[in-house]
């Protein structure tokens, strides 16, 4: 959006305008029942067109005003929002997708808001993460995501800090499944051979190998399997690695 204000003006005096119309697209966060005008606003970081619904149309902000702000990037949008809203995970959420670090460190020290080391290594958001294990000290939570960034470096790191090498997440899941998942040969040989249990299962009874398999992870499942991981082992459902079907891999698997 590029605050054109004037435009703005004339499309809403235009006969059959709907201050209260919203917008259904996959371009946008989900969100049910759809984006109001302000919450564009938001998104955009469009200062002048808020400035403008607000005084025209009273228009209402809402929690999602103060989420997308996030994402929006705009502080002037962000502070009108922390007046009547309180932030929540979903900031901090946007906060990490954006790569704000001061974002980040503001929902963290002046709301007490947890940094999500899961949503780091999703979006890549290193920084975030090592902010997390500076202010923390949680070795093994870290440990666990740390395969996803690709760095050997982080990795052997953390086990020289006295990290678990089978440490797991609340899903079960150890730094094997992630460095499986993720496609990290280099990761998945160094957590072998500092005794990483090949054949972990998480909560769902997935392997390493599942999820070797399900991410389509060549290298890595030849890796696994070489080290001794079970080719027929089964999750909760009683599926083994094969059962996705990756023709690619089914050679290693069968």
Request: charge should be negative; charged fraction near 20%; include cysteine.
């Amino acid at each position: 959006m590029d605050d054109d204000k004037i435009s703005l003006i004339t499309f809403t005096e235009r006969e059959g305008f709907d201050k209260k119309q919203k917008l259904d697209s996959d371009l946008y966060p989900f969100s049910k029942g759809g984006i109001s005008l302000l919450e564009l606003c938001c998104y955009h970081g469009s200062y002048e067109y808020f400035q403008f619904l607000r005084t025209k149309f009273q228009s209402i902000i809402t929690p999602n005003c103060l989420r997308y702000s996030f994402l929006g990037g705009n502080p002037d949008i962000m502070n009108e929002c922390l007046k009547v809203q309180i932030p929540d995970n979903k900031c901090m959420k946007y906060a990490i997708i954006s790569h704000n670090i001061d974002f980040v460190t503001f929902l963290m020290n002046e709301h007490n808001i947890k940094i999500d080391l899961e949503l780091c290594s999703q979006y890549n958001n290193l920084q975030s993460f090592l902010v997390y294990l500076d202010q923390t000290y949680d070795i093994n939570t870290c440990f666990v995501y740390s395969p996803s960034f690709h760095l050997s470096s982080l990795l052997e790191y953390l086990i020289s800090k006295g990290a678990d090498i089978n440490a797991k997440d609340e899903d079960g899941c150890t730094p094997l499944h992630y460095a499986a998942g993720n496609n990290n040969k280099e990761t998945a040989e160094i957590l072998i051979s500092n005794g990483a249990d090949i054949n972990a299962k998480n909560k769902d009874g997935s392997t390493p190998l599942h999820w070797a398999a399900i991410d389509g992870s060549k290298e890595t499942t030849e890796i696994l399997i070489s080290n001794g991981a079970d080719i027929n082992a089964k999750d909760k459902d009683g599926c083994t690695p094969s059962s996705n079907n990756n023709q690619e891999l089914l050679q290693y698997l069968l």
